[in-house]
């Protein structure tokens, strides 16, 4: 990247102090958007992508974030950010692959720059324009079937798993239950674990009636899972039993 900059600001007319100038505006955006309340549209996302451990949508912000009000306004930013969320939010719920994000976001970068009053409408159709496996922005359908079907808890590292069942809660809330603030970074291993609603092999503790199959089905049913292949021994936990409906956010 350092030989990359070298080698444009050496072909360059634009003077120096004028790069460094630029470099320093960056700067603070930066550090405005790492110190941005953990609320709101933008907040929630920036929240994501620290407990995702990404950063490649990064140069993407510092440019929505450096447009002034007047060109970007805050609404327009805002629903541009709500596409990144649900596009890296949907890629990491089905498990896809991260490999091409460098060149998904640096062709983001080069949409918004050219229609900067229209970001929001550029990052949604170039989205909406990505094909292949490594790029594609799954649909709601897709969403919702690996949501409904997948074993997300053994399907997906921690951190997919948390920031969905954390979107859940914020979706619950209201004026009128608790505001909670949800640990960040290095805390949040220390603060918050994911379990089993009930436990994994829960027909041990707590058998359908025998010949009963509807109320097994029922209570496979209470806790979002799947009923399990056929010749699946009841004493094991089934692929089922680790869907999104099984599972929650705890505080040690």
Known sequence: MFKEFERWLLSSAVATEDVFAELTR?????????????HGVEGRFLYRMKVLQTSTPMPLLLFLFGLEESVLPPERRRRAIRAIDSYLVRRAVLNLSTRDYNNVFRELVTAVARQPDRADEAVIDALSAMQGHHRHWPNSSEFRASLEQDPIYSRLVRRSVRILLEALEDELRTDHTEQLTVPVGEQAGAK?????????????????????????????????????????????????????????????
């Open 26 to 38: 960056y700067a603070e955006i930066y550090d405005l958007i790492d110190d941005h309340p953990l």
């Open 192 to 252: 918050l674990t994911i379990e089993h609603v009930m436990p994994q092999s829960w027909r041990d503790n707590w058998p359908p009636l025998e010949g009963d199959l509807s109320e097994g089905a029922d209570r496979d049913e209470l806790v979002h899972t799947r009923q399990p292949d056929p010749g699946h021994r009841p004493s094991e936990p089934h692929s089922g039993q680790h869907g999104l409906g099984g599972q929650t956010t705890v505080a040690r």
